[in-house]
């Protein structure tokens, strides 16, 4: 059995480890962060994530699911919050048991490490840093935060879940040509918090994602099983109103109380908040091809960094991992196979998602607070149920199906194409009626 090295113990990281645990092969798994059952969480991201039914179903082929599900709180829609403080609720789907989950990083990460470690073939190695890679060899070398000692790793095939600045992928960089962009919103991200009520409550609705829509920018949070919400801002790194110009504490109060008059009496700590975590980028990373011969792969945001606004960063990983497993099973005798089927099946995916991930922002930010978008979604959902399992929204395709993200992209055009056009047309028609009718 051929032996894998995978750089990084992240959600895919355990996942993937797993996957090829359980198919018997060697597997050694190096992350830098210590181990996070220790309650060890990574510094200004999101301590939640919304799982949804990509994720789900990676993590039922491993049979962790259900465990997983126990710590998640499902979100039925979205709870928009206006400058008045008036609400209004859209659910994301016509059929109210379909919700996106808030879930933990900690405990979802903790889970898949657990998965990968029920195989005696797996060794996870936390608190060791990636420094280099040899794609040829394949090995790579890491260093021992704990010890300061130099550490070689060496298998048949690499695997790099290390994230949007991948080493691994910098290795493949440099022995074959690779296209690689990277783009940068022109808006950073801090995380906030509203702390639970005195009584261990949520202050606000738990089943839902809440987002404080401003147009330009956003504030959003979901909810934690401790009842507290993870809140997170974002906005313009530059400008008059900005990150850049909002510094000492009367500037922050100012600009929150204007603009989040509702949420400012639920964060205690907004001032602690916002001086003490760290702001952070949103990128958007596309590169080809996410492998080397049989030597290495990419997974995740090593392959496809996308912005969080889609809530499927962490579920498109999970489901690179399902399909990467597909495919050593498929061509277990031809690995340089699998790792090139694994591309043209997820490449194009990876882009389209990356393309609605954007999209989604420009939505959230400005337009779930108009009237007429709050009606587009009333008839989506009807249309749904009009016609069910020939009209599929696009949101929920993305989020409560497993319809590749290339192709649910394609069918949502083609769809509002024939929306738009039977409206018009209906329109036309009602204007020709009531014109007739005032010359007659």
Known sequence: MPKFTLIGSGLAGGMMAAFLGRRGHEVDLYERRP????????????????????????LEQLGVAAEVMRHAIPMRGRMIHDKSGDLHFTAYDADPNKCINSIGRGALNTVTIDAARRYENVRVHFNHKCTAVDIEAPSAQLLNTESEQKVEARGDAIIGVDGAFSVVRRGIQRVQRFDYSQTYLAHGYKELTIPPGADGSWRMEKHALHIWPRNSFMMIALPNPDGSFTCTLFWQWEGPRSFATTRTDDEVRRFFGEEFPDAVPMMPDLLEDYRSNPTGSLVTIRCAPWHHRDKAALLGDAAHAVVPFYGQGMNAAFEDCAVLDECLAEFSDDRTRAFAEYFTRRKPNGDALADLAVQNFVEMRDKTASPVFRAKKKLDHALERLLPGTYLPLYTMVSFTRIPYAEAARRARRQDFVVYTVLGAITIIALGLVLGAVLR
């Open 35 to 58: 181990d996070p059952h220790a309650g060890n969480l990574v510094g200004g991201r999101s301590i939640n994530l919304a799982l949804s039914t990509r994720g789900i179903h990676a």
